[in-house]
């Protein structure tokens, strides 16, 4: 359903002003006695809820987008900024960007092969040798721990 001007410019002040539903519709150009009757029909219509979302959607990612990304180069880029804002712009553009950080390989206190690597033969020998650790640590047998940890 195609929209009137009134409807239109309504939707981009709701969506570029940030105004309430009556705001909008008074910068619309609907009669001030009756923009909050306006508001309450056109934001219960669902052409316009459509509308609406969609218009978000293209600011959302259009130029919105590009100022969110230019603010944070900005702020990455100001050395008197604190370093750890600067960090945070920098993962925030990298994970934008699809860039993820590698997860930590988990390796085992009993092997150098990192578990991902391990065949299922090595895993079932860890399995073992760890059972065999905690076996020991409840009965508390010789193994020397730090507050639970290997020594």
Do not use: W
Not at 32 to 42: D, E, G, K, N, P
Not at 125 to 130: D, R
């Amino acid at each position: 359903m195609t929209n009137t001007e009134l409807q239109t410019k309504f939707i981009q002040h709701i969506v570029y002003d940030g105004v309430s539903g009556t705001e909008a519709a008074r910068r619309a150009g609907y009669s001030a006695a009756s923009a909050r009757q306006y508001s309450s029909t056109l934001l219960a219509t669902p052409h316009i809820q459509a509308a609406i979302r969609d218009e978000q959607y293209k600011y959302l990612n259009g130029s919105l987008a590009s100022k969110a990304i230019k603010t944070l180069e900005a702020i990455m880029d100001d050395e008197t900024a604190p370093a750890g804002a600067r960090v945070d712009c920098a993962k925030t553009l990298l994970d934008r960007a699809g860039i993820i950080a590698p997860k930590s390989i988990a390796m085992s206190p009993f092997s150098d092969i990192p578990i991902h690597e391990m065949t299922t033969p090595q895993l079932e020998a860890l399995i073992e040798k760890t059972e065999a650790y905690l076996d020991e640590v409840k009965q508390n047998k010789s193994v020397d721990t730090v507050e639970g940890e290997l020594a």
